[in-house]
């Protein structure tokens, strides 16, 4: 496998379970005050624009992704610093956010690069 499909797949791989935490932690997990589906809404949103565009590689989705995806980890630090009781899922969501980060602007690179 070459160094540009396995930092897609682990791109991919981190992009997939940041959803997931999100779904499982304010969908199941954690009570709150506001409507779950609302909190869900609010959150997912923003991480359905790229959906399509990760799935079939695209350089450009993965460079705003890169962008986007900081959103993710200011809110992690948010919670991490501010909610101890959720601070392992905050951790989790840091960790994530990174390695949809790394991954992108990765892959954005190792996909500019033409061998000559």
């Known amino acids: 496998m070459s160094k540009v499909k396995l930092v897609r797949w682990l791109t991919l791989a981190g992009y997939a379970l940041l959803i ?3 779904v499982m932690w304010y969908g199941v997990w954690s009570p709150s005050t506001l409507p779950k589906d609302l909190v869900l809404f609010i959150l997912l949103l923003p991480l359905m624009f790229p959906l399509i565009g990760m799935l079939k590689g695209k350089i450009y989705t993965h460079a705003w992704m890169s962008m986007l995806i ?33 991954g992108s602007i990765t892959y954005v690179k190792l996909s500019k690069i033409k061998p000559e």
């Open 20 to 22: 997931l935490l999100l």
């Open 70 to 102: 900081l959103l993710y980890f200011v809110h992690g630090v948010g919670e991490a610093w501010t909610t101890p009781e959720d601070r392992s899922y905050a951790i989790a969501e840091i960790i994530l956010s990174l390695l949809v980060y790394l």
